[in-house]
């Protein structure tokens, strides 16, 4: 089992930052791919990017390409999202998740990740 929490949420304005964090225990971090993914209400969960094992390739979804950024630190068992020109739009509950599958497409689906954060919320505001 890998134990996935997220924390870094919060209430920011619209053109603000946010970096999200995502930390991992359990397993060795370096057998997982990591990724995050964003739930609005009323809507399904959607990718968001996704890091491989080294840290050495990343994916976004279109939607946030250019100004949201996934890192990892090996070191410290911990995945990050940093997301910079925050939009209304962007506001919703982010996961982060792991599977030792990498989708370097970026064409990855949640029931394609086996361990889930709780979600951390992302709020928006106009």
């Known amino acids: 089992q890998v134990q996935l929490v997220d924390t870094g949420g919060g209430l920011v304005q619209t053109g603000g930052s946010l970096r999200l964090s995502c930390a991992a225990s359990?397993?060795?971090?370096?057998?997982?791919?990591m990724a995050w993914f964003r739930q609005a209400p009323g809507k399904e969960r959607d990718f968001v990017a996704t890091?491989?094992?080294?840290?050495?390739?990343?994916v976004y979804a279109d939607s946030v390409k250019g100004r949201f950024a996934i890192s990892r630190d090996n070191r410290k068992n911990t995945v990050y999202l940093q997301m910079n020109s925050l939009k209304p739009e962007d506001t919703a509950l982010y996961y982060c998740?792991?599977?030792?599958?990498?989708?370097?497409?970026?064409?990855?689906?949640?029931?394609?990740?086996?361990?889930w954060g709780q979600g951390t919320q992302v709020t928006v505001s106009s």
């Open positions: 359990g397993r060795t971090f370096t057998n997982y791919a």
């Open positions: 890091i491989n094992w080294s840290g050495g390739h990343t």
């Open positions: 998740a792991a599977d030792t599958a990498y989708y370097s497409s970026g064409n990855v689906s949640p029931k394609d990740m086996r361990f």
